[in-house]
């Protein structure tokens, strides 16, 4: 049971440049986050979805893009890197039931935009 | 809004002392709240959780944290510091709404001292 798996761990950008971060959960989780961590910021969500074909906003979307065709995956895609988007990017996922439910994330995957 | 707020950026113990990370929280309604622990170059790592119920609650590694509604406190506390549970700790609320959006604050380093 491999829980969240993220690629790349680590990637560095030029300006302007376009990428992919994968995310795959293996838990059949229905929900789906992810985050972006800066040093003394904690950590702000990008984009969340609740179940395949349905995204929405987070608190920090801008410049980021999201799709989920399946349960399993959630990638988020950056169309125009820009320096301000250096940081550690976190996917988690969680199962609705009953009560506040836990989320698992991944390993990271740490980007660097030059 | 719901929001947290770590108010020390580090905190130092000696391995055997107590420790106490501090959290506080600001929510419409009940809150749910959790507290995270992160690794170096590691995802972060559910500890425990309050929904409803006693005010003490009890998580992994020998973590506990107590509720305080009347302070909107839930401080995290171990009886006995290992320099292994030196990382950095994250205190988080439920966003509300039909997700498990959490909303984290920003973060304290604890370092456990031999």
């Known amino acids: ?114 | 809004a719901q929001s947290v707020a770590q108010p020390e950026d580090q905190v130092n113990v000696a391995e055997g002392n107590p420790l106490t990370v501090k959290c506080t929280y600001s929510v419409s309604g009940n809150p749910y709240l959790f507290w995270y622990v992160q690794y170096p170059n590691r995802g972060l790592q559910f500890l425990l959780k309050y929904i409803t119920g006693d005010n003490l609650v009890k998580g992994s590694y020998g973590f506990e944290a107590e509720f305080n509604k009347s302070q909107t406190s839930f401080h995290l506390k171990k009886p006995s510091a290992l320099v292994s549970d030196s990382a950095l700790y994250f205190c988080a609320v439920r966003d509300g709404g039909n997700t498990d959006k959490l909303i984290f604050g920003t973060g304290t380093r604890l370092q456990v001292f031999p």
């Open chain 1, 1 to 114: 049971n491999a829980g969240v798996t993220q690629t790349p761990k680590f990637r560095i950008l030029k300006i302007g440049q376009s990428m992919t971060l994968q995310c795959a959960q293996d838990m059949n989780h229905n929900y789906m986050y992810w985050y972006r961590q800066d040093p003394g910021m904690g950590l702000k969500l990008i984009y969340y979805s609740v179940g395949a074909g349905i995204t929405d906003k987070g608190e920090v979307p801008n410049g980021y893009n999201v799709s989920r065709s399946t349960t399993e995956d959630f990638p988020l895609r950056l169309e125009l890197a820009a320096p301000s988007q250096t940081s550690v990017y976190f996917c988690a996922s969680s199962y609705r039931g009953s009560g506040a439910n836990v989320l698992t994330f991944g390993a990271g995957s740490r980007l660097t935009v030059l």
